[in-house]
């Protein structure tokens, strides 16, 4: 189609109209608020990045939120792997993959509130009524405050619930390309006299190996996002606070709105390399 | 052997992975002095506990705990959420795809920086705006925040799809003279069904489980919080009364499952299709 | 003992404080810290989390240990008392607790089955204030015909209403007839009327960021084993940014604190 004068204007108007008004403007605003003391009166350079970096509450939100990119998408993306490969083999696979599947549609409130009774906790002279616990009293163990014990149980135990959620979505991606590998080329490497693991490791991961980084990506920007399972789980506190929660905090509870969006852009700085990775991915694809 | 080890690793993950809801529909039902006194795995190998089954706890969430109001508040918020967007989108993307302007691989590229934006970047002057216009707590104001936020991702996806209809028949229906908003209309959406489609349960689903974005620009008064938002409050106020949170907590994912389960094909093209953004 | 209370956790704690601090410090200082005149780093507080922490922290005194104490829901963390074994005998707890404790155990009868005191003096030498909460009555728009309405809230008359259609909070008003209350309430209702003196609840009166923030999590994290001076200053770092007088410095600081 050939262009006509200013007509695809009517068309675009809508959309940069949402998107300049709700997105492009309000991160500027924000960046800019982010210099600024809590009120949004006085100019204080640099000091909501200050205290990011010195206040024990940001230090704790930070290292969490590090300890969340090293062990959640590499654990997501590879459980999501294992079941696309596994679950090929046997006969039920709809069915079996509908199962793992599930939690995506259950949002993280009430993701939450199903694992905060997975982890639930009584007194050890009373029954547990949290199958965790139960386990660990059927096996002679008293039972642990699953969401207290910082840092490891209680960020592991909040990790997991994204990890059971967040599996299913990496399986049916990689499952979808586990099956665009050419039957063929597996068979062959079998007659070679390969065994399986062989055959996954020198044949199948290679193959998949772009599909993996663009799913490891999406990761990444999910958990970096996180909020809502801390927030109904724990609520940021015994040390399981990541920088999301510690934003809402800032804004809602103790209205500082620069050190809120101190925080803001922080997130947003994380989130840069995905971003570029994206845009060079795309201006390679189709920038001529 | 290797067949049984494969069944049995599929076994377990398929167990693992519904224990957690299976206790969740398991104490929805039982009643209180049951919950607090034995744990819900105790009633599926006990037949005698099999009568005292009850349906109260939905009923106390639904009628008392105001949940069928958050429910039906979750409907009006997600509905216009989910069909503005792509009402909007798909405009944006039929111009992205069949329209050469100047700056439009710039424009595309700004809308595919912004797909990851994070949405607390945007938080506090909106809600700044919002306090001064009075659009905070309407569902007006949630509509339009959850607008912009699907919107970079489905007029990337869709603009993808627009350009992978055939050429031709664009091209020969622009010949015969047909409008822009002709082709639009009658060629480009029909063909579009099954993309749209998917797109627009990705969106109802986001919306549908969203909990923060209500938290911010709606609140918590019961005239207008969405069921998740009723949820938290009820892990707050209910503490450790797990036959009414786990009602709760189902009423809250009754929707998105049927959703999911009748229409789960297209809710996985959606993801595949989004997996190959970029 | 039960801290929990979804994004409210921490709070049953700073109630601990304040009973001991209004018993081992007295009303003066008591509002003195609220006002944050005097600095959390002040020895009269930490001896005040000390002593707290001598049973908060002692597994032997608390049902499931700290652990327990940060796991439990506030609402059910009486129950312990009703159970056979007992989980717990005493429990430590603003007047409004009855109503979940009934509804927990509906077979039990206030004042006959469990009953309550106010909570013990600490040192000998000073009296026994009273701290609570209470429901605040504001005035949007200044006319004669509101004031007049606030003042017959507050009258006997009104008062009395309150009480006879079933409100069970204690009443303020001196003269209110007690003989509609549950026996429970009229019970606090007299602890409140002899109180010594009466102070509102410290943490509700200071800025969000500490009374609402700070100070939950700061309890969360002394029960949790964390040292006490390591709580106080950062509960008075968060102080100093909230608070818009700045640094503490009107009262007189007692030496020894952290």
């Known amino acids: ?4 004068g200013w007509s695809h204007w009517l068309y675009l108007a809508p959309a940069l109209l949402v998107l300049g008004s709700y997105l492009v403007y309000p991160t500027l605003v924000t960046l800019y608020l982010s210099f600024f003391d809590a009120r949004s009166a006085q100019y204080i350079g640099l000091q909501n990045y200050a205290r990011i970096f010195t206040q024990e509450e940001t230090l704790i939100a930070l290292r969490n939120n590090l300890l969340w990119i090293i062990v959640v998408p590499a654990l997501t993306v590879s459980l999501g792997l294992l079941m696309a490969v596994v679950f090929d083999r046997v006969r039920h696979e709809a069915l079996a993959k509908s199962a793992i599947f599930l939690p995506m549609a259950i949002s993280f409130v009430g993701a939450g509130v199903i694992w905060k009774f997975v982890y639930a906790y009584t007194p050890p002279i009373y029954p547990q009524i949290g199958i965790l616990n139960a386990i660990r009293t059927a096996l002679g163990f008293d039972p642990i405050g699953w969401l207290i014990r910082s840092p490891w149980v209680n960020n592991l135990a909040l990790m997991a619930v994204f990890i059971w959620i967040w599996a299913g979505y990496c399986m049916i991606i990689l499952s ?41 990506t999406t990761m990444t920007v999910f958990t970096l996002k996180v909020f809502d399972i801390i927030y109904v789980l724990t609520n940021g506190n ?17 209205h500082n709105f620069g050190a809120a969006s101190a925080i803001a852009v922080i997130i947003l700085l994380a989130m840069l390399p995905v971003i570029v990775i994206n845009v060079r991915r795309f201006y390679a694809k189709e920038g001529r | 052997m290797r067949r049984l080890a494969s069944h049995l690793t599929v076994f377990c993950l398929v167990l693992l992975w519904l224990i957690p809801t299976l206790g969740l529909l398991v104490t929805s039902i039982r009643p209180y002095e049951d919950v607090v006194r034995t744990g819900w795995w105790t009633t599926l190998f006990d037949p005698a506990k099999w009568a005292s089954l009850t349906l109260d706890n939905y009923v106390q969430v639904i009628a008392q705990e105001g949940l069928g109001q958050a429910f039906w508040n979750s409907l009006v918020i997600t509905i216009p959420a989910s069909l503005i967007p792509l009402a909007i989108s798909a405009l944006a ?25 994070p949405g607390q970047m945007t938080f506090i002057p909106l809600l700044t705006v919002y306090n001064k216009v009075g659009l905070s707590g309407t569902f007006l104001g949630i509509w339009l925040v959850h607008t912009a936020y699907g919107l970079p991702l489905q007029i990337y996806l869709l603009r993808n799809f627009f350009r992978a209809l055939p050429h031709e028949l664009l091209d020969s229906a622009f010949m ?41 620009f709606l609140g918590t008064s019961p005239e207008v919080a969405p069921v998740n938002v009723k949820l938290v409050g009820l892990v707050g106020a209910y503490g450790q009364d797990w036959q009414l949170l786990t009602a709760g907590a189902f009423v809250s994912m009754a929707l ?12 996985v093209q959606g993801i595949l299709a989004g997996s190959r953004r970029g | 003992m039960g801290f929990e209370s979804g994004g409210g956790s921490g709070w049953p704690g700073t109630d601990w404080i304040e009973d001991i601090m209004l018993r081992t410090a007295g009303p003066e200082v008591y509002d003195q810290w609220v006002a944050h005149d005097i600095p959390w780093t002040d020895a009269r507080l930490k001896y005040a989390f000390e002593l707290f922490g001598q049973i908060a922290r002692n597994p032997t005194y608390v049902l499931g240990g700290p652990e327990g104490a940060l796991s439990i829901n506030f609402r059910d963390s009486p129950n312990g008392l009703f159970t056979e074994p007992p989980g717990c005998l005493l429990h430590h707890q603003a007047s409004f607790i009855q109503t979940f404790i009934q509804k927990a155990n509906p077979n039990l009868v206030p004042v006959v089955d469990f009953n309550v005191f106010l909570f013990p003096p600490i040192d000998p030498a000073r009296e026994n204030p009273l701290s609570g909460g209470g429901s605040i009555i504001g005035l949007f728009k200044d006319t004669e015909m509101n004031r007049k309405f606030m003042e017959y809230l507050a009258s006997r008359e009104g008062q009395q209403i309150w009480v ?15 003989s509609a209350l549950d026996p429970l309430s009229s019970r606090v209702t007299e602890l409140l009327r002899s109180a010594a003196a009466f102070r509102f609840d410290a943490s509700d009166l200071m800025p969000a ?44 600081i007692e030496p020894g604190g952290c």
């Open chain 2, 93 to 117: 993307a039929y111009a992205f795809a069949w329209m050469p302007f100047r700056g439009r691989q710039v424009l595309l590229m700004v809308a595919v920086g912004l797909m990851v934006l």
């Open chain 1, 176 to 216: 979808a390309a586990y099956k665009g590998i050419h039957r063929d080329l597996l068979d062959a490497a079998r007659t070679d006299g390969a065994n399986e693991w062989e055959i996954f490791w020198h044949v199948a991961l290679p193959m998949l190996r772009p599909t993996i980084l663009v799913v490891a």
């Open chain 3, 164 to 178: 006879n259609e079933g409100g069970q909070e204690p009443p303020t008003n001196q003269n209110v007839n007690l």
């Open chain 3, 209 to 252: 960021a500490v009374g609402s923030g700070a100070f939950w999590t700061a309890m969360l994290n002394y029960v949790g084993g964390a040292d006490v001076c390591t709580v106080l200053l950062k509960l008075e770092e968060a102080a100093e940014q909230a608070y818009t007088s700045g640094a503490a410095t009107n009262g007189v």
């Open chain 1, 1 to 4: 189609m050939r262009t006509r």
């Open chain 1, 238 to 254: 015994f040390g399981t606070e990541v920088l999301a929660d510690r934003m809402y905090k800032e804004m809602f509870h103790f």
């Open chain 2, 256 to 267: 998105p499952l049927i959703v999911f389960l009748s229409l789960q094909k297209h809710f």
């Open chain 2, 176 to 216: 015969d003279g047909a409008s822009r908003w002709k082709i639009f209309r009658h060629i480009v959406l029909p063909l579009s069904v099954p993309a749209l489609a998917s797109l627009l349960i990705l969106q109802f689903l986001w919306v549908w489980n969203d909990l923060l974005v209500a938290l911010i």
